[in-house]
């Protein structure tokens, strides 16, 4: 008789745990992007990589075009995708940022000082939680935005060729 209580409440436990996974996976993040081109983000937040400041949406509401970047100097898909950023900058009207995703700083620096530095400005999320509330489920990923915060495109996986003559068509229209 005890034994079969002790299975009843062991299968109840896992039946509950079950239930509050896929509760969670059904939660949507502040800006699940995946699907939602034309979606307008809100209340961004941004911790600055050096300065004690956020970066903001009324900050880029002030630009035509903002890719906004996740990335980290230990991620070899990053790496391949860095030429096509450092070929992005400095287009006019196109602002990047770059958000180091669970980096150390001094690795983060030393990856920028080796290959270049693409940013415009640089954000920090040492613990995942801007990547959650972006949508970021792997890096790189990329989000590309109007000055009125609507979602363009969202870039799974490392910008490529065919994904920068993409955005430089989109930010001369």
């Known amino acids: 008789m005890q034994i079969k209580i002790i299975k009843i409440s062991i299968i109840s436990i896992f039946v509950f745990l079950i239930g509050v996974f896929f509760m969670g996976l059904n939660k949507d993040s502040i800006y699940d992007t995946k699907g939602l081109e ?8 941004l911790e600055h990589f050096k300065k004690d400041k956020v970066i903001s949406d009324k900050e880029l509401m002030n630009n035509d075009f903002t890719l906004i970047n996740f ?22 009207n196109l602002e990047i940022i770059g958000v180091n995703f669970k980096d150390k700083k ?17 954000a920090k999320d040492n613990l995942g939680k801007n990547s959650v509330d972006f949508g ?9 935005i109007n000055k009125d915060l609507l979602i363009i495109k969202k870039f799974i996986g490392p910008i490529s060729q065919d994904d920068y003559e993409y955005i430089v068509k989109i930010i001369k229209e």
């Not at 034309?38 to 937040?45: D, R, T």
């Not at 990335?71 to 992005?88: Q, Y």
């Not at 970021?136 to 590309?144: D, F, N, Q």
């Open 38 to 45: 034309g979606q307008k983000l809100k209340n961004i937040k």
């Open 106 to 122: 001094i690795n983060a620096i030393k990856f920028l000082s080796d290959h270049g530095n693409p940013y415009d400005e640089l």
């Open 136 to 144: 970021i489920y792997g890096i790189p990923e990329s989000i590309l």
């Open 71 to 92: 990335w980290a100097s230990w991620c070899g898909p990053c790496l391949l995708e860095h030429p096509f950023l450092l070929k992005l900058n400095g287009k006019s």
